[in-house]
């Protein structure tokens, strides 16, 4: 197992974009970082460097891939081995009907032998590794003995790394919100798949939302994934990096700083300043002042300036003023 799958970052629908992963690895310099889901159709009939450009910091750096055609995802993944991805990752747990309608997604967890193929497809095309993310099961059955199948069938294809959402996929009557939080988290269930596949990399996503919850489950399991608690509250990715001896940045401020460095390069080639402050609302969270950070950085008429000295006078509000009421 490499170690930088210890900690993770989740791939994020709309979130998860290259600014947002500059973001983290700042945070969390040990954690790999997954790209949103890019679907097969849009790399292959799309904008190829809009979905894929990335900053090299980002590195080790994860292309999470939506599809079901075994041809199309292995033309995806050299595609991706190619833009400089460490890994590829495949889609098997997004529950929304749009993702449903392409029969991929969590869909696909009813189909072992057609994802261990795609499996086998991508791996003969990279070199890079090929890992799978899914759930525990599918609408309300919770028989351990089908992720159990699922899980093996991914071995027996190669595949030695799985990211385990550890609840179930609801695929009609939930929304893909809903699916976030209603089916229960069963995250003995995933210890349980690290028990019975000790050879194979077992990352628990789903639920964790403390440094010390992040720590039990890591003496359980291979690694850990977050997502929304690390976006809403980013800080708690540098507490994890920190305890598993990574080298987290010492402050808050730093990591500010440095988002204002990289505001600045970026709104120069073009990018509009939201596309960045949206993503780093969160770092100040549980903070006396982050209600004035997030007011600022927010601020329609001040984004509209598309000017990254923003960050820096939110950050002298932060440090200097009291928070308003």
């Known amino acids: 197992m490499t170690a930088s799958h210890r900690l993770c970052t989740a791939p994020m629908m709309d979130w998860s974009d290259r600014h947002c992963r500059y973001y983290f690895r700042l945070l969390a310099p040990s954690a ?5 889901m890019v679907t097969t159709g849009a790399l292959l009939h799309g904008d190829i460097p809009r979905h894929l ?3 090299a910091a980002e590195h080790p750096v994860a292309l999470q891939l939506g599809g079901s055609e075994a041809d199309e995802l292995a033309r995806c993944a050299r595609i991706g081995e190619q833009w400089g991805y460490d890994e590829i990752n495949l889609n098997c747990g997004c529950p929304s009907e749009r993702v449903q309608r392409g029969a991929f997604g969590a869909c696909l967890m009813a ?3 057609l994802v261990a193929q795609c499996v086998r497809a991508m791996r003969e095309a990279v070199a890079i590794p090929v890992t799978v993310k899914h759930r525990l099961g599918l609408d309300h059955d919770e028989d351990y003995a089908f992720v159990r199948g699922f899980v093996h069938a991914l071995a027996d294809a190669g595949c030695a790394t799985v990211i385990v959402h550890a609840r179930n996929a609801v695929l009609k009557g939930l929304s893909p919100k809903d699916n976030r939080s209603i089916p229960p988290l069963r995250h003995d269930a995933v210890y349980r798949l690290k028990r019975d596949f000790p050879a194979m990399t077992v990352v628990l996503n789903g639920g964790v939302t403390r440094c010390d ?6 003496e359980r399991v291979d690694g850990v994934m977050l ?3 690390a976006y809403h ?8 990096d920190n305890a598993l001896g990574g080298k987290a940045p010492a402050s808050r401020t730093a990591v500010a ?9 970026e709104v120069a080639a073009g990018t509009p300043l939201r596309n960045i402050t949206r993503h780093i609302l969160g770092l100040f969270h549980g903070r006396p002042r982050a209600r004035a950070w997030r007011q600022l950085l927010s601020d329609a008429s001040a984004l509209a300036r598309n000017d990254p000295g923003l960050i820096l006078h ?3 509000t932060v440090e200097t003023a009291e928070e308003p009421v």
Request: no cysteine.
């Open 314 to 316: 939110a950050l002298d």
């Open 257 to 265: 700083r440095k988002m204002f460095e990289y505001a600045q390069s």
């Open 32 to 36: 790999r970082v997954y790209t949103e």
């Open 53 to 55: 450009r990335f900053n």
């Open 213 to 218: 919850e992040a720590l039990h489950h890591l």
């Open 233 to 240: 509250e980013s800080w708690l990715l540098a507490e994890i």
């Open 227 to 229: 997502g929304r608690s």
């Open 111 to 113: 189909e072992p032998e």
